[in-house]
């Protein structure tokens, strides 16, 4: 059994900054890729940044200057530094990660469940 728990959501001015954390655990062999997706009230869920096992990222230009992400592999967890907020990050953020487990013959594609971000104007 794997699982993605999220931390660090909450309620921010404009301005201001976050840093949401994702760890992985289980029976865990090998993460490939992680990264941070969001929904917004009504809207898709979109993809706001990912980083490779090997630390090569990419971001959405409506947060590319502002957003860091970043990892550690000893502790299977993915960070995102969230800087310069505005009230339009507004959103519910998840962690995604591709996940070797024991036993299975291929990664597969795991969830968080969600933290909730507030951006106050």
């Known amino acids: 059994q794997v699982q993605l728990v999220e931390s660090g959501g909450g309620l921010v001015q404009a301005g201001g900054s976050l840093r949401l954390s994702c760890a992985a655990s289980?029976?865990?062999?090998?993460?490939?890729?992680m990264g941070w997706y969001r929904q917004a009230p009504g809207k898709q869920r979109e993809l706001v940044a990912a980083i490779t096992s090997g630390g090569d990222t990419s971001y959405a230009d409506s947060v590319k200057g502002r957003f860091t992400i970043s990892r550690d592999n000893a502790k299977n967890t993915v960070y995102l530094q969230m800087n310069g907020l505005k009230p339009e990050d507004t959103a519910v953020y998840y962690c995604n990660a591709d996940i070797l487990s024991f036993g299975a013959y291929f990664p597969r594609t795991y969830w968080g469940q969600g933290t909730q971000v507030t951006v106050s104007s």
């Open positions: 289980g029976r865990i062999v090998s993460i490939n890729a």
